[in-house]
């Protein structure tokens, strides 16, 4: 069946510095979504990406949606404390259901 | 709009006991999941329901059942706990729309299982 891995499966950074999170399906995708979610919360929608070798971005986050529609990453630029989460994507095909990712759990020192 | 709440928010369970999680929304949703959620292991689907009265299994059904007897209402049912069904349960909701596949989903606060 179809799945979603991602990687790291931790990351730890400094205040201040950059971070990315790569995601790879099995299989071609239909769009890409990218969720967060806080400790101790549940998963927040962040972004949708549709189209092949889309880039958008949210103030310092950039997201990528490969050009096979297969992959796909997160940046964070200059991360901060309120950036700490687990951050999933999570891949839609042909179906009713989304794939998620086994996600990056991102922890930010001061 | 109170978007998705899930009742209980907490549960201690004895393995054999059994219970329902109810899964509310108000957004006038077509689509619901159940999700699990167990460290490393991401959101893993269990049930899902594309409409009120339709059901269907997800990744990791064995254990659960599930009703959709309402559109706004989406039940997760456990009818014998056991240890392993010790995770935190997310239901969420999508609107669907047409010919787009993996719309957007809300999730809800989620559900603390203990089964010992």
């Known amino acids: 069946g179809q799945q979603v891995m991602q990687i790291p499966q931790y990351q730890h950074v400094q205040e201040g510095e950059d971070f990315t999170t790569y995601c790879n399906s099995s299989t071609t995708l239909s769009n890409i979504q990218w969720y967060k979610q806080r400790p101790g919360g549940h998963p927040v929608f962040l972004i949708q990406?549709?189209?092949?070798?889309e880039v958008k971005k949210q103030k310092r986050l950039t997201f990528q949606f490969g050009e096979a529609k297969k992959n796909s990453s997160l940046h964070i630029t200059a991360t901060q404390t309120t950036d700490v989460g687990t951050y999933f994507c999570a891949g839609g095909g042909n179906t009713d259901k989304l794939i998620f990712g086994t996600g990056t759990r991102l922890q930010v020192f001061p | 709009n109170a978007g998705v709440t899930q009742t209980p928010k907490f549960r201690v369970l004895k393995t054999g006991q059994s219970m329902t999680l109810l899964c509310a929304q108000d957004?006038?949703?077509?689509?619901m999941y159940w999700y699990r959620q167990d460290p490393g292991m991401g959101l893993r689907l269990i049930h899902y329901s594309v409409g009120e009265g339709t059901t269907a299994k997800g990744e990791v059904p064995d254990g659960y059942n599930v009703s959709r007897l309402k559109k706004q209402n989406f039940l997760l049912g456990l009818e014998s706990a056991a240890p392993s069904q010790t995770s935190v349960y997310f239901c969420?909701?999508?609107?669907?729309?047409?010919?787009?596949?993996?719309?957007?989903?809300?999730f809800g606060p989620g559900t603390r299982l203990l089964v010992l």
């Open positions: 957004m006038n949703h077509e689509y």
């Open positions: 990406l549709v189209k092949s070798g």
């Open positions: 969420a909701s999508s609107y669907p729309l047409p010919g787009a596949f993996g719309e957007t989903q809300y």
